[in-house]
């Protein structure tokens, strides 16, 4: 299939060879890991679905390489894909450096010809969603992960740019419009009608069908959608699940921010509340006779509730100490100015449960589905786990705003999950 989408001229799709004598070239990249590209190992460490990533280790340290393949790897050449967005991921690390750099991995050197990014090696990190899947509690992800989205958010959107700020940042990223309708398709689309690469788990046909024929449901995901088009808040990560943030028990570190752009605040917050929601349906499923899973089950609504807060309290304090000129001191008291504050709070609250019940539902019957349900290889109690998931998602997007705090989500989750009590295992 021809490729749509403008390649560099000077693109190739680069071998382990080829990345020994190109990092061993690069002052910066050269300076982490030592030696000459003889003295080089490199080894494919590809694990998400989109580009080719390498470790690539030397006498004094390693780095990660990743680059863009023209297409999405794990479907290949049949779905062709922009190349070019490994530069709006370069871009978004470049921009959330200046303000959460504790929370992003380092960037040592960008080849936008090869679509090649080189960044420091997160070992010995793991994936979250590994690490919820193992049962692993982490304490510091809550405030992280809120301080994360409080300051990343706020500080790229007009609560402090100025309008000549903010259309820049704006134009920096609008090009990046084919992944924008990409997420547009396999979110709000391509779940309620029976796409192609749409599959489900056995057993799940009915539910399916139902929600596909749901129309309050259908309309509510076509208000997201609209949201999701026309709401330019700030610069948004735009995939950020629990496979996008690596951690160990005291740092939390966001990856791959390629799908980023000018969007609606609560997607991001949705989405990653929604993946935690997910875990937590699935934590039956992982169960043992030794472990029922019940604290993990409470460590992830907890997390829930100290995700939102921290993004609350921390996106308020900035609102207070580093005001743009939408908070005008002439025209907005200070109670005034925090009345506005509240009603934007409420505003992004219940765009991120519709867009948390979204994510879920997409994860679910949609193209691309989550290890959390896809590791439980009890299909009925996978089943079991997921229509607990759907049934959540379903409320989320219909009642966003009715439900007041995240409280009241996780009643919700905890009165849904009741209702499906786990089978016995060994």
């Known amino acids: 299939m021809t490729n749509p989408f403008p ?35 490199v080894t494919e460490v590809s694990d998400g679905n989109m580009n080719a990533v390498w470790r690539i280790t030397g006498p004094e340290g390693s780095v990660i390489a990743k680059q863009a393949l023209p297409y999405i790897r794990v479907i290949g050449q049949s779905w062709p894909f922009p190349v070019d967005r490994i530069t709006y991921e370069h871009r978004a690390l470049s921009v959330q450096a200046r303000h959460v750099p504790q929370y992003l991995p380092r960037v040592y050197d960008y080849l936008a010809d090869l679509g090649l ?45 100025g309008t000549v700020q903010k259309n820049m940042l ?29 599959r489900i788990t056995q057993g799940q046909q009915a539910r399916a069908d139902a929600l596909r024929a749901d129309v309050p449901l259908k309309l509510a995901i076509a208000e997201l959608k609209h949201i999701f088009c026309t709401s330019a808040e700030a610069l948004i990560h735009g995939d950020l699940h629990t496979g996008s943030v690596m951690v160990t028990a005291e740092d939390t570190r966001v990856i791959d921010p390629e ?40 460590f992830l609504l907890d997390t829930i509730v100290g995700v939102w807060t921290a993004f609350d309290t921390g996106f308020r304090q900035l609102c207070r100490t580093k005001p743009g000129p939408l908070l005008h001191q002439q025209v907005l008291s200070e109670t ?91």
């Open 259 to 298: 799908w980023s752009f000018i969007g609606p605040m609560g997607f991001d917050i949705g989405a990653l509340l929604g993946n935690l929601l997910l875990s937590y349906f699935s934590q039956k499923g992982h169960a043992t006779g030794a472990d029922d899973r019940g604290a993990q089950r409470k």
């Open 117 to 161: 990014l080189f960044m420091q090696d997160l070992t010995p990190h793991v994936v979250l969603r590994h690490g919820l899947i193992a049962g692993t509690h982490y304490p510091k992800l809550a405030s992280d992960l809120g301080e994360y989205l409080a300051r990343s958010l706020f500080y790229t959107s007009d609560m402090h740019l």
């Open 336 to 426: 005034d100015q925090g009345a506005f504050i509240d009603r934007r709070l409420a505003a992004i609250f219940s765009d991120t449960l519709g867009f948390a019940g979204a994510k879920m539902i997409r994860r679910i019957i949609g193209i691309s589905h989550v290890e959390d349900f896809e590791m439980i290889t009890d299909i009925p109690l996978r089943a079991t786990c997921e229509v607990g998931a759907l049934d959540l998602a379903r409320q989320l997007v219909l009642d966003r705003t009715r439900l007041a705090g995240p409280q009241d989500v996780v009643s919700l989750a905890r009165q849904i999950d009741g209702t499906y009590p786990a089978r016995n295992r060994p």
């Open 170 to 198: 704006a134009d920096a990223f609008s090009g990046n419009a084919h992944l924008c309708e990409t997420t547009q398709d396999v979110v709000f689309t391509g779940p309620y009608w029976d796409a192609p690469l749409n």
């Open 7 to 41: 390649i560099p001229p000077e693109y190739r799709e680069v071998s382990t060879a080829d990345l020994a004598m190109i990092a061993s070239d690069l002052p910066n990249v050269a300076d982490r890991i030592g030696g000459p590209s003889s003295s080089l190992h």
